[in-house]
């Protein structure tokens, strides 16, 4: 059985169909890739993976279970990281942690594994308030981490990192990655962080998967990187803001 | 493994409310530090009997008969190279009145009056005086009915002329007495509508509702705690007001302290179920700002919390009576003023509570987490 399923999902905002007949699935403990530019319907997708929006059409299962009947049973096997979540900058780290630990009735123990494994150890008193973008970043996976998930969220979760910071989180992907514990859906825009990180690579536009499979197999024809495969897919580049700059 | 009771949600939302709010220091100021420097300035204003001063612009070429009185009765001095005189009248019941006179030009006396640095201007019209000032200015007013019988009999004081006063000395009568239960009220109305309302706002604003949501976590724990986290604010700012009151004004509570408690709590339902109405659906924060000045503003100026109400027109006494903050600063000043009860708070309590659930259960129905 697949962890995650995700079967002929559609959703539309108003006028705009932001996610167009999606289904593919994903057995425990492979990371997968949703690599596609903005507003290719990434964040949606996850969202409604997430159990924090519900489709129009389709259905979505966990571990065989639905959100619609199981949701209690889910948010506790699920760990997420939203794009631009801001935690509140007048608590520590530590009190962070320890506030969304309380949700999951979880002790210290399970916090300090959490810190040391995000390496926020020298910045546990510190205020949210102070911390610079990529220990944000590492809080928030830090948080995501907590309950020791069975499938874990990223959404975007280097953006507007410095390459630094985006190689410290990359090792620390790569270190769960390596327990084998975890299953990891991450939406990126940065081909190189999935060509890393990931098994398995969904490219997405216009709310459809244009293509699926093992980085291998995704350059088996003609193209030389994942961003020339979106160039022969679509006829534009996978990052503009790349290009711009 | 025994769970910790220091690991329970409930506990670490209040305790992460709690210290959210202690590490603000302008919550700190807007919350305490604020309402003591209002009634230190509004009390000690009001309360003193310093006396009264009022000055008059003197727009006449000739002598009068206003000039021998002066001269006799006031105290020449110079200021902005100009002579005027001082003319104190003595009263030790009502306070000393002082009289400042300047002779100026008449477009001098005009400026001057548009400025605030006069209140009155005096002239002469065939040997009798006539006084210049706006009717509607209650000040000047004052001062023309004051100088009009002090020219007629300058060693005679109005008061033993037209009858007898007696200054009532009763508690609860004084401007301080009227002003403490007013900024507590408005305490709990901002304290609330700010803490509630623009926190919850700003959570959604920051998608850090949302990322609490996708956790086990309780959503009316997080609500409880926030509520909470703010009543017991409220409780130590007005507590430590009144402190103030008592140990500088000598303010009192004449009537029931369970009324009091009761009163308090209702006021506190009425305005957190209203600030979780006007926060259910906004993620906008400035939006949010908007509504929450909608709300505070035409009550803080309508509910009688500086001055009483009964200025206003007589046909929106009944409407302003009906605004919750005017049920509560009522309520409170009848406890500490007029010795009221539990009956008497009873119709206000009730109707506080009921405005807090009702706004709350509507709230609650379009309440948007992201």
Same mark, same amino acid.
């Given at each position: 059985?697949?962890?995650?399923?995700?079967?002929?999902?559609?959703?539309?905002?108003?006028?705009?169909?932001?996610?167009?007949?999606?289904?593919?699935?994903?057995?425990?403990?492979?990371?997968?890739?949703?690599?596609?530019?903005?507003?290719?319907?990434?964040?949606?997708?996850?969202?409604?993976?997430?159990?924090?929006?519900?489709?129009?059409?389709?259905?979505?299962?966990?571990?065989?279970?639905?959100?619609?009947?199981?949701?209690?049973?889910?948010?506790?096997?699920?760990?997420?990281?939203?794009?631009?979540?801001?935690?509140?900058?007048?608590?520590?780290?530590?009190?962070?942690?320890?506030?969304?630990?309380?949700?999951?009735?979880?002790?210290?123990?399970?916090?300090?594994?959490?810190?040391?494994?995000?390496?926020?150890?020298?910045?546990?008193?510190?205020?949210?308030?102070?911390?610079?973008?990529?220990?944000?970043?590492?809080?928030?996976?830090?948080?995501?981490?907590?309950?020791?998930?069975?499938?874990?969220?990223?959404?975007?979760?280097?953006?507007?990192?410095?390459?630094?910071?985006?190689?410290?989180?990359?090792?620390?992907?790569?270190?769960?990655?390596?327990?084998?514990?975890?299953?990891?859906?991450?939406?990126?825009?940065?081909?190189?962080?999935?060509?890393?990180?990931?098994?398995?690579?969904?490219?997405?536009?216009?709310?459809?998967?244009?293509?699926?499979?093992?980085?291998?197999?995704?350059?088996?024809?003609?193209?030389?990187?994942?961003?020339?495969?979106?160039?022969?897919?679509?006829?534009?580049?996978?990052?503009?803001?790349?290009?711009?700059? | 493994?025994?769970?910790?009771?220091?690991?329970?949600?409930?506990?670490? !939302?209040?305790?992460?409310?709690?210290?959210?709010?202690?590490?603000?220091?302008?919550?700190?100021?807007?919350?305490?530090?604020?309402?003591?420097?209002?009634?230190?300035?509004?009390?000690?204003?009001?309360?003193?009997?310093?006396?009264?001063?009022?000055?008059?612009?003197?727009?006449?070429?000739?002598?009068? *008969?206003?000039?021998?009185?002066?001269?006799?009765?006031?105290?020449?001095?110079?200021?902005?190279?100009?002579?005027?005189?001082?003319?104190?009248?003595?009263?030790?019941?009502?306070?000393?009145?002082?009289?400042?006179?300047?002779?100026?030009?008449?477009?001098?006396?005009?400026?001057?009056?548009?400025?605030?640095? *006069?209140?009155?201007?005096?002239?002469?019209?065939?040997?009798?005086?006539?006084?210049?000032?706006?009717?509607?200015?209650?000040?000047?007013?004052?001062?023309?009915?004051?100088?009009?019988?002090?020219?007629?009999?300058?060693?005679?004081?109005?008061?033993?002329?037209?009858?007898?006063?007696?200054?009532?000395?009763?508690? $609860?009568?004084?401007?301080?007495?009227?002003?403490?239960?007013?900024?507590?009220?408005?305490?709990?109305?901002?304290?609330?509508?700010?803490?509630?309302?623009?926190?919850?706002?700003?959570?959604?604003?920051?998608? !850090? !509702?949302?990322?609490?949501?996708?956790?086990?976590?309780?959503?009316?724990?997080?609500?409880?705690?926030?509520?909470?986290?703010?009543?017991?604010?409220?409780?130590?700012?007005?507590?430590?007001?009144?402190?103030?009151?008592?140990?500088?004004?000598?303010?009192?509570?004449? $009537?029931?302290?369970?009324?009091?408690?009761?009163?308090?709590?209702?006021?506190?339902? *009425?305005?957190?179920?209203?600030?979780?109405?006007?926060?259910?659906?906004?993620?906008?924060?400035?939006? $949010?700002?908007?509504?929450?000045?909608?709300?505070?503003?035409?009550?803080?100026? !309508?509910?009688?919390?500086?001055?009483?109400?009964?200025?206003?027109?007589?046909?929106?006494?009944?409407?302003?009576?009906?605004?919750?903050?005017?049920?509560?600063?009522?309520?409170?000043?009848?406890?500490?003023?007029?010795?009221?009860?539990?009956?008497?708070?009873?119709?206000?309590?009730?109707?506080?509570?009921?405005? $807090?659930?009702?706004?709350?259960?509507?709230?609650?129905?379009?309440?948007?987490?992201?």
């Amino acid at each position: 059985m697949h962890q995650l399923e995700v079967k002929n999902i559609v959703k539309s905002f108003k006028d705009v169909q932001a996610v167009r007949d999606v289904s593919f699935s994903i057995p425990q403990g492979k990371f997968l890739a949703l690599l596609g530019p903005n507003g290719a319907g990434k964040t949606t997708l996850v969202e409604m993976m997430e159990g924090l929006r519900k489709p129009d059409s389709g259905e979505i299962l966990i571990n065989g279970k639905s959100w619609l009947k199981h949701e209690k049973e889910l948010r506790k096997i699920i760990g997420l990281s939203l794009q631009e979540t801001r935690f509140t900058e007048k608590l520590t780290v530590r009190e962070t942690l320890r506030l969304f630990a309380s949700f999951f009735g979880l002790g210290n123990e399970r916090m300090d594994e959490v810190i040391d494994l995000t390496d926020l150890g020298d910045k546990q008193k510190a205020m949210v308030g102070t911390l610079s973008g990529g220990q944000r970043q590492r809080l928030a996976l830090a948080v995501a981490l907590l309950n020791s998930p069975e499938i874990l969220f990223l959404d975007e979760p280097t953006t507007g990192l410095d390459p630094h910071a985006r190689l410290d989180l990359w090792n620390i992907l790569n270190a769960l990655k390596q327990q084998g514990n975890t299953t990891l859906i991450l939406t990126t825009h940065y081909m190189e962080e999935a060509e890393t990180l990931c098994d398995e690579i969904i490219i997405l536009d216009n709310g459809k998967i244009l293509r699926q499979g093992v980085l291998k197999e995704l350059l088996d024809g003609h193209a030389k990187n994942l961003d020339e495969l979106f160039i022969q897919l679509t006829g534009r580049h996978l990052h503009e803001e790349t290009l711009d700059k | 493994m025994k769970k910790h009771w220091t690991n329970n949600q409930l506990y670490q !939302l209040i305790l992460t409310q709690f210290l959210e709010t202690i590490r603000e220091p302008s919550v700190l100021f807007w919350g305490i530090g604020f309402p003591i420097l209002i009634s230190i300035g509004l009390g000690l204003a009001f309360t003193q009997s310093s006396g009264t001063q009022f000055h008059v612009n003197i727009v006449e070429n000739h002598a009068t *008969a206003l000039d021998s009185l002066i001269i006799h009765y006031g105290t020449k001095t110079m200021h902005d190279k100009s002579v005027v005189y001082t003319w104190t009248v003595a009263d030790s019941t009502l306070g000393n009145t002082k009289f400042i006179f300047k002779n100026s030009t008449w477009n001098n006396a005009i400026v001057a009056l548009k400025r605030g640095e *006069a209140d009155l201007i005096l002239t002469y019209s065939g040997g009798k005086p006539c006084y210049h000032f706006d009717p509607h200015d209650a000040q000047a007013q004052l001062l023309y009915l004051k100088l009009s019988h002090l020219l007629q009999h300058p060693t005679v004081k109005a008061i033993e002329a037209e009858g007898h006063v007696t200054p009532l000395t009763l508690k $609860g009568v004084r401007y301080i007495d009227f002003l403490i239960p007013g900024l507590i009220a408005l305490g709990i109305l901002n304290s609330l509508m700010w803490g509630i309302s623009y926190s919850i706002i700003e959570r959604r604003s920051q998608k !850090l !509702l949302r990322r609490m949501i996708a956790t086990p976590m309780r959503k009316s724990n997080f609500l409880i705690a926030l509520i909470l986290v703010r009543f017991v604010m409220n409780m130590v700012e007005a507590g430590v007001l009144f402190f103030f009151a008592w140990l500088f004004f000598s303010t009192t509570i004449q $009537g029931n302290i369970g009324a009091l408690f009761l009163l308090f709590v209702a006021g506190n339902v *009425a305005f957190s179920g209203i600030a979780v109405l006007i926060s259910s659906h906004t993620e906008k924060t400035e939006i $949010g700002t908007g509504w929450i000045n909608a709300i505070t503003m035409p009550m803080m100026i !309508l509910s009688g919390i500086f001055f009483s109400y009964h200025n206003f027109p007589e046909w929106s006494i009944g409407f302003i009576k009906l605004l919750p903050l005017t049920l509560l600063t009522d309520g409170i000043r009848s406890i500490f003023n007029e010795g009221a009860g539990l009956m008497q708070v009873a119709f206000p309590s009730l109707l506080l509570l009921a405005l $807090g659930v009702i706004c709350f259960i509507m709230g609650l129905k379009r309440f948007r987490w992201f």
